[in-house]
């Protein structure tokens, strides 16, 4: 079975200052990784992904992760926080088999403070 | 890219009465929808997953007599929360699948259901 632990509840940083939230996982075969930032009382926006390739992968908004098969890690890092980037951050794996819906991790809360 | 638009995104309704929420697959055909729910501070869990021409799968737990789930089109699937009560309210998401070209899955805007 699949799943995805994110040990840190809540991430505080100053603005200005680099941020990691952290993800593990846990899935049979190659996964598919992916970071999703919610905002209050909407949906997903999707941040980026790991399918496979280079294992620094940029996204949205100044977001990067890196893919560490060893360690069986995507932390979601920004060299930069905003106070706009305060928000609830989701990881999430999904197998590589067709329609199959995302496991998410539990989130981590984000508050960037200025 | 891929828009799923969720209607309503908020609604109250009184304890007794039914709600339905619709999903639909703006750009492309959604042979399968993910419904999730969501409660406060907690993360996103699976209820169901809606096919068209069939019946939805239930996750363990889930009463499928209270969740009411129908996929009548490739582009809209509904999710009816049926004699609803207060321990119904809850933040519902719907979830289209990743393509083979976007791999990533295409989320509603949800919706913020209120039983008083």
């Known amino acids: 079975a699949q799943s995805v632990a994110q040990p840190e509840d809540q991430v505080n940083v100053a603005e200005g200052n680099p941020l990691t939230v952290k993800c593990t996982y846990s899935?049979?075969?190659?996964?598919?990784l992916f970071w999703y930032v919610q905002y209050p009382n909407r949906g997903l926006q999707f941040l980026l992904k790991y399918i496979t390739g280079d294992n620094l992968v940029k996204g949205s908004y100044g977001f990067e992760a890196e893919f560490n098969k060893s360690q069986t890690s995507f932390h979601l890092k920004k060299p930069s926080a905003l106070v706009s980037d305060s928000a609830l951050y989701f990881c999430a794996v999904r197998d590589h088999s067709g329609n199959t819906p995302l496991v998410f991790g539990k989130g981590t809360r984000l508050s960037v403070i200025a | 890219g891929a828009v799923v638009s969720q209607h309503p995104s908020r609604v109250i309704c009184k304890s007794g009465t039914s709600v339905k929420i619709e999903c639909r697959s703006l750009?492309?055909?959604?042979?399968?929808m993910f419904w999730y729910r969501q409660f406060p501070k907690q993360s996103l869990m699976l209820m169901a997953t809606s096919n068209e021409g069939s019946k939805a799968t239930y996750e363990q737990g889930v009463e499928k007599d209270k969740f009411l789930i129908n996929h009548a089109s490739l582009t809209l699937s509904t999710l009816t929360v049926t004699s609803a009560h207060p321990e119904d309210s809850s933040f519902y998401i719907c979830?289209?699948?990743?393509?083979?070209?976007?791999?990533?899955?295409?989320f509603g805007q949800g919706t913020r259901l209120t039983v008083v």
């Open positions: 979830s289209a699948p990743g393509t083979v070209m976007n791999t990533e899955a295409f």
């Open positions: 899935v049979s075969g190659n996964p598919y």
């Open positions: 750009d492309f055909q959604a042979t399968t």
